[in-house]
């Protein structure tokens, strides 16, 4: 009984410790000014592997849900004769939902998953100290292009996946099941509106970059530098930041569109 | 060399995330940045305007000629008023012309229909549309049907 206790009680303040340290790790790689000419080329090399390389699997993955949606939504609409509302239901879910949170599962496994590996190996292999001992700040060098690197780039690709899906759903629903492409399209307009779907995708969208790439980042700073760590480490990121998108999906989802 | 290949996509990602933003805004919103500010208001009094927004269509012969600009109650006559907002080129509407609310098939939007009178004068800005009919609402077609069932 007593050593329950005291595991619970030992598992608990670990993971306030993570907590702080998740924390402090943030405060310090933000705060500290970084060098604007020494950082541009740091963060432009991390938009590159952040952002660019993970564009295929983004545009991929777009296309074929919005594919797949807008089969769906006509095999159940065209039973209320009302398939024209396709476009309609294409670009609310994709906007709204779809883009943002399955970008950022797709990010969180993409990059998210290789910042966490990349940093803990350089942990491992002292890397980062070897960055104190030559008196370059490894918070500044290391971890705060991939922090801003990620928050830019995932608003980014998730507008590209939301825009991709869409044209994959027109693409299904115009050009193969043969609704009318001027119904198709001003269902849409009619009902998307800019400042609340839009808008608050984008929202979305930045709050998902910003938390995985918070997570991968923590988690390749704090893990414990092994390989069986490092792999410990990846694996916790993909979760952690899985679990995370989903659950603040369903909070910014009940204030943005929820009416209480 | 592999630092420029390397900036150059970086900056075609970003045009293409700004772009799409932009194929959002406009393509798939109908975000409209050139609000055809100009054109003119006409008003109109509705029993029941039954489910019409504002930014609805008003159009004449299925073309869209205006859009509805502000609903609210008309305090004396307690009827809603409709103000609409129409395109400056369309200066043909005679003051008969009358308005309807209509439905875009069964389930769609609803807008707001003109059909044009036989005065020759014209409608201008501020001025109201008398001869108007409310949209159908569902639920008070069932009432009376039902009511003339029971009578009978």
Redesign the interface.
Known sequence: MIQFLQKLGAKTLNRVAAVGRAGQLLSQSLIAKPAPMMML?LL??Q??FI??LS?VIIIVSGLFIGMVLGLQGYTILVD???E??VGQMV?LSL?RELAPVVTALLFAGRAGSAVTAEIGLMKATEQLACYEMIGVDPMRRIIAPRLWAGF??M???S??F??VG?WGGSLVAVDWLGIFSGSF?A????????SE??LNG?IKSLVFGFVVIWIAVFQGNDCVPTSEGISQATTRTVVYSSLAILGLDFLLTAMMFGDF | MRIRALEISVGALILAGMLALVALAINVSGLNLSQKGGGYTVYARFDNIGGLTERAKVSMSGVQIGQVSAIRIDRKRLMAEVEMQIFDDVDYLSIDSSAQILTAGLLGEKYIGITPGFEDDLLENGMTIEDTQSALVLEEIVGKFLFNKVSE
């Open positions: 080329p432009i090399r938009l590159y952002g660019v564009l209320y004769g009302s024209q509302a670009a906007v830019i780039s608003p980014l690709l507008m590209i939301a825009i869409i399209w269902n849409m307009q009619a009902s998307v509106s800019f779907d839009v984008v």
